[in-house]
């Protein structure tokens, strides 16, 4: 109207629920990148019940079951809680599959678990039985395959992280699990479903499961690169064998090295990487041991 005091556009309020320009990027091609290797996307509710977490066997004292937000109208039974793990949901959709007679599942889940200290960005996945087919025979879904498909997703960063053995998920085979680091931050597990849970689904074949901290995913894929320069000489790479004992995991005989190297500040300079590419049983290797062949490329 004439004559009506004029007011300044006030600067628009995003809400926090609004995501980044680079952080969607990085999901959408993340997103690609399972798609890719054959998984299906997952939609589930947020919400799951407790009884499901007692299923999994994760007990009350576990954050996770004593720490779990209640729904003031819950619309079910099943819903009654916020979800703090992503697994609950994966399971039922493994169900759903194998009730269609569907027991080559790859699903994986980009979802927000819920705890009283907020709310986090979550990566889960579940796969089993084939793969993909192919004319020379099946290929399976297993560990490595999920791990390595995990590794994917943090790019370059993927150099600097770690599998550690573990047996802490209740969930998971106590014999068959790992959990990735990078640093001292911890990224996720992953690992095979416990025997027990399988066995309630109707299954044949093992089940793996991963639950990943995909807000941490994220954090790192947002540093910048830093250009370091090339190395004035070609590496070197030099071979040595150990005996061992056949029990010992990869990863402790490995952490013993680069212990070894850390302690040495010109061997630390010195040493780029140490790599496993033989592993002997037999004649003139004692009853119990194995010999452990690596490769260290050195910059000299």
């Not at 807000?215 to 590496?235: N, Q, R």
Request: charged share 25%; hydrophobic share 45%; net charge negative.
């Amino acid at each position: 109207a004439m004559g009506a005091e004029h007011v300044p556009h006030a600067a628009p309020r995003h809400s926090r629920t609004i995501i980044e320009r680079r952080t969607r990027r990085a999901i959408e091609a993340s997103r690609h990148k399972l798609l890719a290797a054959g998984c299906h996307e997952a939609l589930s509710y947020s919400f799951m019940s407790l009884d499901e977490l007692d299923r999994l066997q994760i007990g009350p004292d576990d954050p996770r079951h004593s720490a779990a937000i209640p729904v003031a109208n819950p619309l079910t039974a099943e819903q009654s809680h916020m979800r703090t793990t992503l697994v609950p949901a994966l399971l039922r959709a493994l169900d759903t599959n194998v009730a269609q007679r569907n027991k080559d599942v790859g699903l994986f889940e980009l979802a927000r678990r819920f705890t009283p200290d907020g709310e986090v960005m979550m990566l889960g996945m579940l796969v089993t039985g084939a793969r993909s087919l192919h004319f020379s025979g099946d290929v399976r879904w297993d560990m490595h395959e999920l791990k390595g498909l995990l590794e994917s997703l943090l790019g370059r960063h993927a150099v600097d992280s770690r599998w550690t053995a573990s047996s802490s998920e209740p969930f998971l085979h106590p014999g068959v699990q790992a959990t990735w680091t990078v640093g001292e931050r911890e990224l996720g597990v992953v690992g095979q479903l416990h025997p027990a849970i399988v066995s309630e689904h109707e299954l044949d074949g093992p089940v793996y499961v991963a639950e990943v901290d995909f807000d941490l995913v994220l954090e790192l894929e947002a540093h910048d690169p830093a250009f370091a320069p090339f190395p004035k000489y070609p590496a070197v790479a030099r071979d040595f064998a150990l005996l061992y004992d056949r029990s010992a995991p990869y990863v402790a005989i490995e952490d013993a090295i680069r212990a070894l190297a850390s302690g040495s500040a010109r061997f630390a300079a010195l040493l780029e990487d140490v790599r496993l590419f033989d592993v002997y049983e037999g004649e003139q290797v004692p009853d119990g041991e194995r010999a452990w062949s690596w490769e260290k490329p050195i910059w000299v």
